[in-house]
T-cell receptor, first 111, second 120 residues
Framework: RKEVEQDPGPFNVPEGATVAFNCTYSNSASQSFFWYRQDCRKEPKLLMSVYSSGNEDGRFTAQLNRASQYISLLIRDSKLSDSATYLCVVSLNTGGFKTIFGAGTRLFVKA | DAGVIQSPRHEVTEMGQEVTLRCKPISGHDYLFWYRQTMMRGLELLIYFNNNVPIDDSGMPEDRFSAKMPNASFSTLKIQPSEPRDSAVYFC??????????????????FGPGTRLTVL
């Protein structure tokens, strides 16, 4: 089993739609959680951190469920510019710092 | 700030040649990471440094790979000899702190634009 698993997609949605991605992680000692966005042939960039209480940034909402070991990202009113790959990221300290990136979920938003 | 700077942006070389990738982290960042990204394996952490000291190189694929950080503003990733299976995009990233528990926002990793390596 992969340490961080995501549905690779692609998700094809029309503009204005709401879309949700889930991510599961295997190590219960994981401490920090993030969503990164990666555009085609570009570097990953932080989209948002994920906190236990859940957090929202404009059209984006992230949730963390430690008991079930999954993280979610909800995008409301999707825009064409939201088309990208969304990477789930988990960090933990196991005597040394460790960051694990999921393989990413591809999103295509169409007019 | 110019962000993380990597060079070269593209490298095409022949099998057996030595390849050196370079990275300049964001000034003031204590952590520097080297990643490799391929379609098959996704984004993999190769090695990371804290205050110029290598902390975890367990992701380095084999002895052909080596990384150094002689000072706070420069790091290299060297492959010698290179092989076709090393073809990938290599990213360098830096952060103020680790991704563990800490002040929110301080552990964001900022990535450079990457070096696209093709080994023929």
């Amino acid at each position: 089993r992969k340490e961080v698993e995501q549905d690779p997609g692609p998700f094809n949605v029309p503009e204005g739609a709401t879309v949700a991605f889930n991510c599961t992680y295997s190590n219960s000692a994981s401490q920090s959680f993030f969503w990164y966005r990666q555009d085609c042939r570009k570097e990953p960039k932080l989209l948002m951190s994920v906190y236990s209480s859940g957090n929202e940034d404009g059209r984006f909402t992230a949730q963390l469920n430690r008991a079930s070991q999954y993280i979610s990202l909800l995008i409301r009113d999707s825009k064409l510019s939201d088309s990208a790959t969304y990477l789930c990221v988990v960090s933990l300290n196991t005597g040394g710092f460790k960051t694990i990136f999921g393989a990413g979920t591809r999103l295509f938003v169409k007019a | 700030d110019a962000g993380v700077i990597q060079s070269p942006r593209h490298e095409v070389t022949e099998m057996g040649q030595e390849v050196t990738l370079r990275c300049k982290p964001i000034s003031g960042h204590d952590y520097l990471f080297w990643y490799r990204q391929t379609m098959m394996r996704g984004l993999e952490l190769l090695i990371y440094f804290n205050n110029n000291v290598p902390i975890d190189d367990s992701g380095m694929p084999e002895d052909r790979f080596s990384a150094k950080m002689p000072n706070a503003s420069f790091s290299t990733l060297k492959i010698q000899p290179s092989e076709p299976r090393d073809s990938a995009v290599y990213f360098c990233a830096s952060s103020l702190a680790t991704g563990g528990a800490g002040v929110a926002g301080d552990n964001t990793q900022y990535f450079g634009p990457g070096t696209r390596l093709t080994v023929l």
